[in-house]
């Protein structure tokens, strides 16, 4: 079993959308580097834009906001109905910031093959076209070890760039340096309240210092790029941070793969029956 098996999970097989769609490569890790290198094995079709599509939509709408799109779609006006409820960014940073935030929340839960406890943030942000602060992917595994429960928590950054660089490789590391806390453990608390208050109570009983100091806070950075993303990333990654998982997503032609995401997005939102 390798160090990022070990850490995150096994890369999932063809029976999932992420096998399908790419391969899988951890690379040996040394004393400042854990690298799992993803490389696109299948061509960007149909299948996959439209599962990113949807991925971005659950993202981003609550289920209150789709059922009401759905209920109104027949209603004089859906077009502006929907424009005043828009959740889907316009800007082209914040897209790319956004589907790869999503991408790194989706691979972690379908390498450990599990529903995380987690808060989709996106559909919380009152200004869809500018980026919300705070730590781009936080989930919490709670599980009953020996007949004690624990939680282990899932800390990611995830950055988009066309073409790699060292700084970027940097930025993503640097923040994700051996002393980083969770930012937004205390707002997941409570909006897992809002709905489950009994595991909510579970989860505020739990100090996130402790849970680091047990070796139970796990590190995932992710840089969606091209081809390069791999190679630049060995040459620059260094981190003294013993629980980060480096993960790099290599395509063709990324910022096609993001606006055709989009582009079919807006295309499903704009006929919520189909969704």
């Known amino acids: 079993m390798t160090k990022q098996e070990i850490l995150i999970g096994e890369h999932p097989d063809n029976s999932k959308q992420f096998g399908k769609w790419l391969s899988a490569n951890d690379i040996t890790p040394t004393d400042t580097k854990c690298h799992r290198e993803l490389k696109e094995v299948n061509v960007q079709d149909d299948e996959l834009i439209e599962w990113m599509a949807r991925k971005l939509i659950k993202h981003h709408y609550t289920d209150f906001r789709l059922r009401k799109l759905k209920e109104k779609f027949g209603s004089l006006g859906f ?16 897209k790319k910031g956004n589907a790869t ?23 919380y942000n009152p200004n869809v076209d500018q980026a919300i602060k705070g730590d781009d992917t936080l989930m919490v595994d709670l599980f009953e070890e020996k007949g004690t429960e624990k939680i282990r928590i899932y800390l990611g950054e995830a950055k988009f760039r066309k073409t790699p660089s060292k700084k970027v490789v940097q930025d993503i590391t640097n923040s994700l340096s051996k002393d980083t806390l969770p930012l937004s453990y205390t707002f997941l608390v409570e909006e897992t309240a809002k709905t489950n208050e009994l595991l ?22 992710l840089l ?47 006929n919520p029956h189909e969704l």
């Open 224 to 270: 969606l790029s091209n081809e390069q993303a791999s190679e630049i990333v060995e040459e620059h990654l260094s981190s003294e941070n013993d629980k980060l998982v480096f993960i790099s997503i290599g395509i063709d032609n990324p910022e096609n793969f993001i606006y055709s995401a989009f582009a079919k997005a807006e295309e499903l939102i704009s």
């Open 200 to 221: 909510a109570e579970k989860l505020d009983d739990f100090i996130v210092q402790d849970i680091k100091d047990r070796g139970d806070l796990i590190y995932t950075g």
């Open 101 to 123: 935030e999503i991408i790194l929340t989706d691979y972690i839960q379908t390498v450990l093959d599990k529903e995380l406890i987690k808060v989709f943030k996106l559909k």
């Open 79 to 94: 077009t502006r109905y929907a424009a005043q409820h828009k959740k889907l960014p316009s800007v082209d940073k914040v």
